[in-house]
């Protein structure tokens, strides 16, 4: 069966400050891999989402993810976080064809330190 | 912007009522899903429909039922509501051949 794991329950950054959330994965046939935002209160909205290809994958609102096969990791990277970046992140991974649903982490709670 | 609508942001039902929670997509997408989240256990999968009448049960899928007459709606149904079914509940959809999941808002179920 295949599950996620991310490994940090919460995690403090300074503004301004690079990011870095970790998401590994255990999948038997090649993964569709995805990262999603929670604000307080509201639904998932989609980051970004691996396929294939290019292991290094670009999303919204700035940030990037590389996939690793080798390590099953997925880890999910920002240069520079904005207070508003607070929320929390939820690494995903799926079978082709999107008919099964994901299965998810138990999400990473970012916080933003002023 | 396809739109996951789910009818009820908060419930508060008592201990052995009978629930239906709504969530209606305008996209024609052929897939949609109900998941539960809890704090410190992410997002789990109840029950999805890749079809009209279809259903399939997810990793817990004990406590839930589900109807899907028309292919915009897919309503979860506690038959029984327990106070440990308190929790955030999320639908989605999708497209079969697409990973375009868009989830609702969530609707917060209080059972007292």
């Known amino acids: 069966a295949q599950s996620v794991t991310q490994p940090d329950i919460h995690i403090t950054v300074s503004e301004g400050a690079s990011l870095e959330l970790r998401c590994n994965y255990s999948?038997?046939?090649?993964?569709?891999l995805f990262w999603y935002v929670q604000s307080p209160g509201q639904g998932l909205q989609l980051l970004l989402k691996?396929?294939?290809?290019?292991?290094l994958v670009q999303g919204i609102k700035g940030f990037e993810a590389e996939f690793k096969r080798s390590q099953s990791s997925f880890n999910l990277r920002k240069p520079s976080v904005h207070w508003s970046d607070a929320a929390e992140y939820f690494c995903a991974v799926g079978a082709g064809g999107g008919a099964d649903g994901l299965t998810f982490g138990k999400g990473t709670h970012l916080i933003i330190q002023p | 912007d396809v739109k996951v609508t789910q009818s009820s942001r908060y419930l508060v039902k008592r201990t052995g009522e009978k629930v239906f929670l709504e969530c209606v997509q305008d996209m024609d997408h052929e897939n949609m899903f109900w998941y539960r989240q809890d704090p410190g256990l992410g997002l789990r999968l109840i029950y999805f429909?890749?079809?009209?009448?279809?259903?399939e049960k997810g990793d817990i899928p004990e406590g839930y039922s589900v109807s899907r007459e028309k292919k915009e709606r897919f309503s979860l149904i506690l038959e029984s509501a327990s106070t440990n079914q308190t929790s955030m509940y999320l639908c989605?959809?999708?497209?079969?051949?697409?990973?375009?999941?868009?989830f609702g808002s969530g609707t917060r179920l209080t059972v007292v």
């Open positions: 429909s890749y079809d009209v009448k279809m259903k």
């Open positions: 989605a959809s999708t497209w079969t051949g697409g990973y375009g999941y868009t």
């Open positions: 691996y396929f294939s290809g290019d292991t």
């Open positions: 999948y038997g046939a090649t993964p569709y």
